[in-house]
């Protein structure tokens, strides 16, 4: 398990684009070396505004986008053409202006998919493809006010659970009803990124950093192998201990 590491960039749009940059060094790299990156995608105002970046980005190009592998961290159990649906703003913001091969994008079912209303079935499906990757490179994670990553939930039945992908009902936040990844299927990464923007979520960072338990705080429990990234703008790094904030501002 890895050190947190703080980094507080001036605004949300410095940190979108600082992330987009740190991807692409990031598969770029990993392709130099002869492998297939895989990374795991995220919803949310933050994780969307990354891919929106990383399109305006000449430095994308630099990527072999045909030797990625692309994963989701969550999605909401809706259907396939609903503007909710985390897979249709990732598409939409940058995956389909990408040369990408469709065999290596890995979405998890919407509701009007293969199995129905199913989100049991959906989530085992997602597992059972996951049971190949050996670990992921990177998985971004944003992160709600209450500290929620993915869509485990604070105190839910998700943050305890030890299977790789649950069904989750009755979320707090709308809509109701998502497939997430759970926290030790995240602790497999080697990197986890965890990024956020703005005053409403401060008090969930400053308790993440601090080392709060993940069942009150999932974000606490978001940490990768080798690598902890906590991405922040300055709003939402505003409750942390000025002197860690101060360390690594950027
Ligand atoms: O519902 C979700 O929320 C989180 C955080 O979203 P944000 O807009 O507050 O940044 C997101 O990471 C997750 O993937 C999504 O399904």
């Known amino acids: 398990m890895s050190t947190r590491e703080v980094v507080v960039h001036s605004t949300p749009e410095v940190l979108a684009a600082a992330t987009a940059a740190r991807l692409v060094t990031k598969l770029v790299d990993a392709q130099a070396s002869g492998r297939v990156p895989s990374v795991v995608l995220t919803g949310g105002g933050t994780g969307i505004g990354v891919l929106a970046q990383l399109l305006d980005s000449p430095a994308r190009d630099a990527v072999d ?13 809706v259907p396939a053409d609903d503007d ?8 939409e913001a940058l995956l389909n202006h990408l040369p990408l ?32 990757v050996r670990a992921f490179d990177v998985v971004m994670l944003g992160m709600g006010p209450e500290g929620h990553v993915a869509s485990v939930f604070p105190e839910s039945p998700a943050v305890h659970d030890e299977r790789p992908v649950v069904a989750v009902r009755n979320c707090p936040k709308p809509p109701p009803t998502r497939i997430s990844l ?67 501002t950027s």
């Not at 509701?111 to 049991?120: A, I, L, P, Q």
């Open 84 to 91: 909710e649906r985390n897979e249709k703003q990732a598409r």
């Open 101 to 132: 091969d469709p065999a290596r994008v890995h979405a998890m079912a919407a509701s009007d998919g293969k199995f129905g209303d199913d989100v049991d079935a959906a989530a085992e499906a997602y597992a059972v493809q996951l049971a190949g």
């Open 65 to 77: 986008w045909r030797r990625v592998e692309l994963w989701w961290g969550d999605e909401r159990f």
């Open 182 to 248: 759970t926290l030790p299927t995240i602790r497999t990464a080697a990197e986890v990124w965890l990024m956020t923007t703005g005053e409403g979520k401060a008090g969930a960072v400053a308790l993440t950093v601090a080392g709060a338990g993940e069942v009150a705080v999932p974000a606490a429990g978001a940490v990768g192998t080798s690598r902890t990234l906590v991405l922040l703008d300055r709003a939402a790094a505003s409750q942390l201990p000025a002197g860690l904030a101060a360390i690594r």
